[in-house]
């Protein structure tokens, strides 16, 4: 075989998140190298919440986008990493990574001094069912770690819109401080 011809390695860019994903049987762990990871149906996790009282059940999403913000961080930073700190490439590969996890379809939307996220399926949304505001938290704070990893600056995050209020899809912005 002429050497021209022999498959490229793949990088860890190239690979999926999906496909970097171990079960390991024996210890009951679904893992990406060191980051742990669980599935869940979403209307068990999102159930918990809609049992909540009003008030508390605010709270409780708060405390939620903060975690999400503050544990996810270490995942969107190995990304970054990945891509050499690209932050573009940042972007479309967390895009991916929320697919195969099962978060929605990402579409994020990058402005001057903004970062907007565009989230069609939000298992988050559909696991709530009818709500009178957003209860997207999680997504908000994976948002908020992208932003913040992809600028190196602070970044408050809004739900702008959530289907589980009617909407289409979950519509989401980040701001840096700074801007």
């Known amino acids: 075989m002429d050497p021209a011809d022999a498959p490229t390695p793949l990088l860890p860019t190239d690979l999926r998140l999906r496909d970097r994903l171990r079960w390991g049987e024996a210890a009951g762990r679904l893992a990406d190298g060191p980051r742990r990871y669980l599935l869940m149906r979403p209307d068990v996790l999102m159930g918990a919440l809609r049992r909540l ?8 999403l708060e405390a939620f986008a903060d975690s999400v913000a503050e544990q996810g961080i270490d995942s969107i930073r190995a990304y970054f990493r990945e891509v050499h700190e690209d932050p573009s490439a940042l972007l479309r590969a967390t895009e991916r990574a929320a697919a195969d996890l099962g978060w929605g379809v990402w579409r994020f939307r990058p402005a001057p001094g903004s970062l907007g996220l565009e989230v069609a399926g939000s298992p988050f949304a559909e696991g709530h069912g009818p709500a009178g505001s957003p209860v997207c938290a999680p997504l908000r704070g994976m948002l908020r770690a992208v932003a913040e ?3 190196g600056a602070p970044a408050t995050v809004v739900e702008a819109q959530c289907a589980a209020c009617g909407a289409p899809t979950c ?3 980040a701001r840096w401080a700074c801007c």
Not at 53 to 59: I, L, M, S, T
Request: proline residues 14%; glycine residues 14%; charged residues 20%.
């Open 149 to 151: 990893v992809g600028s």
């Open 171 to 173: 519509v989401f912005e």
């Open 53 to 60: 009282p009003p008030g508390v059940r605010e709270q409780a």
